[in-house]
């Protein structure tokens, strides 16, 4: 057997101490699948004082994240502070300048700066690895990275946000607004420090981006993720969809169209009876489309101490086993530079409106869409106590393009009370 | 970029012509992603005349897949011939003799001649791997193997043989019985040439015994797979059991109890609800148990031309970048013997059974599953027009022991008529 691989672990919060505690408990299970032993020389954290659940009498401490990188004792910096910037990207860095390998579960910092920190890591010969820092516990980024290598990418899509899909479904089994089960989520703790990086996207935004830069061989484009958060889902919404078969999920969406690479992450419609119609509370679900696979279809548990320690652990034990694939999976300097494109694959559409109480008000509608080449699918107006009579429309396939200009003709039409809403059917 | 990596093909089939064309097709994607190329130097088949949807004129053509495999100018033998013995095992072992790695789709050949095959190819530093052999294109193989090598595996479930889910699920949605669907299944070219590899579970069984031998660290050991097939489901059984909730399908579990390795291929029941209960057609899905991560489902297409050569190209791509795992994950002569366990692990069962139409039948019945320890959940007797009344029962839970001596005690009752079936509730 080979020498120990020695890890340095920056940050013992949940997924820090669950890494530290298979570690403790796996030893030889670890050992025997990695070909050599696993162990961890030096940790550092914030608070030293904290009372922790596990044992860390056996490893140094450095109170400096960027000095634990820097130890000469240390092969693997395992990186779990999070945050994009500050002391996580500067220890990283200083991991990689002093040639380490790099295991990370901070999809925010390379969303922002794994393009600098690939090349960085590559043109030294070593390794970042992130299995962590999307989903969870799927094992998506291999899956993706090395279990589908073979395929030209169609489509990536996911539900990778557990607090939004919590929020989304809860609303929907206890016929609760928006606003309650928000508060519900943040008292359980559900929800970031700032919950719009949970609500508002960003957080799943962040992982959309990871996985398209390796699916279709582009440099990570976060800026270029088209983000709508759940807030403006109403229950109404929910309870219509349901009527009509849906189910509302926020849907990451990442393809390559004839127009450049399309990365969405926003509410939308899929089959009640579809598997990401299916999926219930906080479980992620990834799907993968390749041309010679088909659909792959990955579920699990996206967060908490044993599924991301788990993850974090998958990507050690590679390493420890010599594996050096490239981060994104082909060399940094040989992703491309993506041309952003806007939701142009045609899909259908779900409207919601309220409809002034007028003769001739549902006409006026009809002639705006009809105007921008929108035919509809199928509409229902529902029974009203006041003025504004609410009205769906499921429209036939169209663009994102037409329906935006259908949407900015509407108020001049006189009809139409307060915003409107448009969330895309995703055909999956 | 390094020098190519120079494949020789052993088998034109289905698979064989698709891991052609995905070669042919994608020769850059392949190149920027493995970081050289992968060419293929020479292939073979039992009938060069025969017309096939690909150009192979680039290739040497070998008359013996044995010749083949002991050619100079080939670094990967690709063995997709099939067959547990014959020449795909001569063809293998010749590769590995003169010092090749294997990528295999052969659930047959390693079930049975894993292990030594295994031992060989690492005692020389070569690799075997065999991602298309289970389940088609889900990289089940690479996610038990690396995905969650951080975890101790609780239990390994799945459904894995398309022809018999097909089989089922048309059965349920058709009202068909079982021997007029598995004629259809036939005529469609689903069945094996010995269909019993499909609807008796052999095949499946193969498949479960490979993942069981990653999950434990075991010997592959098939022969004390328990295996049962899909003969003696009635359409009368998938009718009931939907009526109660559930769906049967051909289930593969492998679980390490306290007295061994229990490894089971049979009809079980399992939550309509559930995504194994909402699995229709020939879709294969697994289901991962690890201590840390918890439920991993894995879910698409688990046989044809393109899902099974990417899986074939995903191992080839793996030894292009230079992955040199061990073939189950870790060396084959640290494998255990494992100790076969028969169904230990209690569980909840389903009971069908004719009555005799006599008073005092059912107490009978309820007396001896009484005597054996077994209680009862639930039960259902249904109208019928002869002297046989169809009963149904689901037990608490209880052990196979207990049942198979319960049911083998009903006869002397002198009220069961024929014989009663009895199918796990496996808790998913």
Redesign the interface.
Known sequence: MSDPLRLGVAGLGTVGI?TVK?IQR?AD??A????RPVTITAVSARDRTKNRDADLSGFAWEEDAVALARRDDVDVFVELMGGADGVALAATKAAIDTGKDVVTANKAMLALHGQALAEAAEAKGHVIRF?AAVAG???VV??LT???????IRRVMGVMNGTCNYILTRMEDAGLPYDTVFEEARQLGYLEADPNLDVGGIDAGHKLSLLASIAF?TRVAFDAVELEGIGRVSIDDIRRAADMGYRIKLLGVAQMTGRGLEQRMSPCLVPA?S?LG?LQGGTNMVVIE????????????GA?E??T??????D???IA??????TF???AT?LADPVPARATAPASYYLRMGLADKPGALAKVATVLGDEGISIDRMRQYGHADTSAPVLIVTHRTTREAVDHALARLPATGVVMGEPVALRIEAV
């Open positions: 669950g298979i796996h299970l670890i025997r699948r990695a070909g299995e516990g799927i094992p291999k899956a090395e279990g589908l290598a073979g395929n030209e061989g009876e598997p299916q390749g041309d010679s696979v088909g659909q792959i279809v990955l579920r699990g548990a908490g044993g599924p320690a788990s993850a974090v652990m998958s050690v034990i590679e086993r010599g594996s050096r694939i490239s999976g082909q060399p040989a």
